[in-house]
C-alpha cells in the first residue's frame, strides 16, 4: 500500500511518516525543497516527492499511484503578519488535495486533519463531533481559516469522496519544536524563567493529546475509520494552571507564585508583534493568543475511543515523557 503524507516535515506529519514506515508502509513525503527533512528517516520505502500544496500540479504528481493520502499540512500559527498566507495553505492547500484525490483512480481514503478549533469554543461545557462553530466572532485567523477548510471538507465527503475527518486537540510531546507543539515551548519558558507566572486565571481549558497517540489515531482512522465520519483525537481537559502545576509535581520544583492577568499578557503581546515586524522572527506570544486563552476548549474523544479504537495516554504521563525528553535535549534544566 503506497501512502502519501503532506506536512511531512512538520511536528504531526514527520511522526506520522515514521509510524507508517515502522508499521511496513511505503510512503510519500510531499516536502517543500526548502525544508529541514533531518526528522525524516532515510529508508528504502520513503520517497520524497517535492511540491507545496499550494501548487496544484504537484499535489497531482505525489497523489498520483497512492492507495492513501493524509492531508496533514497546514499553516498551524496564531498570528502572521500576511493572514491572507492562512487562506492560501489551511484552505486553498485542502481545496487541491480534493482535487487531486478526484482525479486520482487509486486513492481509497483521504485522511484529513482538521482541528479542535474547527468546532470553536466549548465555553462551560465538554464538546463533540456534535458541536457547531457559533461563528460568532474567530479568536485567530487560523481558527477561522480551519473552520471554512472545515465546511468544504464536509461537503467533500457528503458528495461520495472517501474522506475521513480528524480533530485533534491542543498536541505536545517529544518532537518539532514548532508553534504548534505550545506545550513544549511554554515549559522551556517556565523552566528559563521566562514565563514566571501562571497564564491567566486558571479557567482556560484545553484537551490535551499526545502526538504519538494522534498519530496512532491516524492510522487507525486510516484503517477502521468510516467515510463522511469524524473523529475527535483529544485527551485529559486541563487548564494551563494545572499543567504548570503538574510539571512542578514531576521536576520537583515549585509551583509558580502568582499569576499574570490576560490584559498584561496581552500587552506583551502587542510589543512582541512590534518586534516581530521588524526581526521577522514569529512571536510566541501575540493578542490572537490571549482571545484563545479567554475561552475554554474542552471535547470528548469517546466516540473514537469507540470506533477506531483511539487510546490517549494521561496527561501525567505524556507531560512526564515530554519533561524528560526536553531535559536531555538540555532545553530545561531541574
Given amino acids: 500500500m503506497k501512502v502519501l503524507v503532506t506536512g511531512a516535515t512538520g511536528f504531526l506529519g514527520g511522526k506520522l511518516c515514521v509510524a507508517l514506515l515502522d508499521q511496513g ?7 517543500r525543497r526548502t525544508s529541514d527533512l533531518s526528522s525524516l528517516p532515510s529508508r528504502p520505502s520513503l520517497d520524497l516527492a517535492y511540491g507545496d500544496v499550494t501548487d496544484y500540479r504537484s499535489v497531482l504528481d505525489a497523489v498520483s499511484g497512492c492507495d492513501v493520502v493524509f492531508h496533514v499540512a497546514a499553516l498551524v500559527e496564531p498570528w502572521l503578519p500576511d493572514p491572507s498566507r492562512f487562506i492560501s495553505v489551511n484552505i486553498g492547500g485542502l481545496e487541491n488535495v480534493l482535487r487531486a484525490v478526484r482525479e486520482s483512480e487509486n486513492v481509497q481514503k483521504l485522511v484529513y486533519t482538521s482541528s479542535f478549533f474547527a468546532l470553536g469554543p466549548t465555553d462551560g461545557c465538554v464538546g463533540d463531533e456534535s458541536q457547531v462553530h457559533h461563528e460568532k466572532f474567530f479568536c485567530t485567523e487560523y481558527e477561522k481559516s480551519k473552520l471554512m ?4 471538507a464536509r461537503r467533500a465527503a457528503s458528495d461520495g469522496l472517501p474522506l475521513v475527518l480528524l480533530y485533534p486537540g491542543v498536541i505536545y510531546g517529544p518532537g518539532n519544536l514548532t508553534a504548534g507543539n505550545v506545550v513544549a515551548n511554554l515549559m522551556i519558558e517556565r523552566f528559563s524563567w521566562r514565563l514566571p507566572g501562571y497564564v491567566g486565571s486558571g479557567n482556560d481549558k484545553y484537551s490535551f493529546c499526545h502526538v504519538d497517540d494522534v498519530v496512532q489515531g491516524h492510522i487507525s482512522a486510516m484503517l477502521k475509520g468510516r467515510p463522511g465520519e469524524r473523529y475527535l ?3 485529559e481537559n486541563a487548564s494551563f494552571m494545572l499543567l504548570f502545576d503538574m510539571a ?12 499574570i492577568p490576560l490584559w498584561a499578557i496581552e500587552a506583551y503581546g ?18 490572537p493568543t490571549v482571545e484563545v ?9 469517546e466516540k473514537a475511543k469507540a470506533e477506531i479504537d483511539y487510546r490517549p495516554r ?3 504521563e505524556g507531560v512526564e515523557e515530554l519533561l524528560s525528553w526536553l531535559k536531555s535535549l538540555g532545553k530545561i534544566k531541574y
Fill in 25 to 31: 508502509y511505503d510512503v510519500r513525503a510531499l516536502v
Fill in 149 to 152: 477548510a472545515d465546511k468544504i
Fill in 233 to 235: 483525537l483529544t485527551g
Fill in 248 to 259: 512542578a509535581l514531576i521536576t520537583g520544583t515549585s509551583k509558580p507564585k502568582f499569576n
Fill in 270 to 287: 502587542w510589543v512582541s508583534i512590534s518586534i516581530a515586524r521588524i526581526t521577522g522572527k514569529l512571536p510566541l506570544i501575540s493578542p
Fill in 293 to 301: 486563552l479567554r475561552h475554554q476548549w474542552a471535547y470528548s474523544c
Fill in 314 to 316: 494521561s496527561l501525567r
